[in-house]
């Protein structure tokens, strides 16, 4: 099939397919002697697993380490469960990054209840003095990628 077939069956967009074979997600296709694309049975089992990964939140390197596995499925699984493990640390420290988040925002939207002039407005005045709101963690960016690659 060719790579507009490919992203119709996967609901993945063609950009995105394209993406995902420079980042060496996707193995590279064959080509036809006009050089189109020609995917099989394989790129779409990957690419939906790849496409399900990312609905967890998971990295492109979160990625590459499970279909490591996927390639050599004879190797324990044990690396698959930290790696996971280590996701759903993730995902905490994420949650309670959003819940401070939650609380600042709370706060400053309580210090203007009311409609007023701009130059009077609580949230604006907040905004200006406050600290900065709690940074993610370096480490472990997800959802970088935008609708495009997403």
């Keep these: ?3 507009g077939e490919l992203s119709t069956l996967t609901g993945t ?3 995105t397919i394209r993406y995902y074979e420079r980042e060496g997600l996707l193995p590279p296709p064959a080509r036809t002697a ?8 394989p790129h779409v089992e990957r ?15 979160e990625i590459r380490r499970l279909l490591r596995f996927c390639d050599d499925p004879a190797d324990n699984c044990g690396e ?5 493990d280590e996701h759903i640390g993730h995902v905490a420290t994420r949650i309670a990054e959003l819940k401070t988040l939650e609380t600042t925002l709370k706060s400053l939207r309580g210090l203007c209840p009311e409609e007023r002039a701009a130059r009077d407005c609580g949230i604006l005045q907040g905004l200006a003095a406050g600290p900065e709101p709690a940074r ?4 472990h960016k997800h959802g970088l990628l935008g609708p495009t690659h997403g």
Excluded at 34 to 41: F, K, P, S, T, V
Excluded at 80 to 84: D, G, S, T
């Design 1 to 3: 099939m060719k790579i």
């Design 13 to 15: 967009p063609v950009e």
């Design 34 to 41: 006009a050089n189109y694309r020609i995917y099989g049975e």
């Design 47 to 61: 690419l939906s697993l790849v496409r399900n990964c990312r609905a967890l939140d998971m990295t492109l390197d």
């Design 80 to 84: 698959i469960n930290a790696l996971l």
């Design 136 to 139: 993610r963690d370096a480490e």
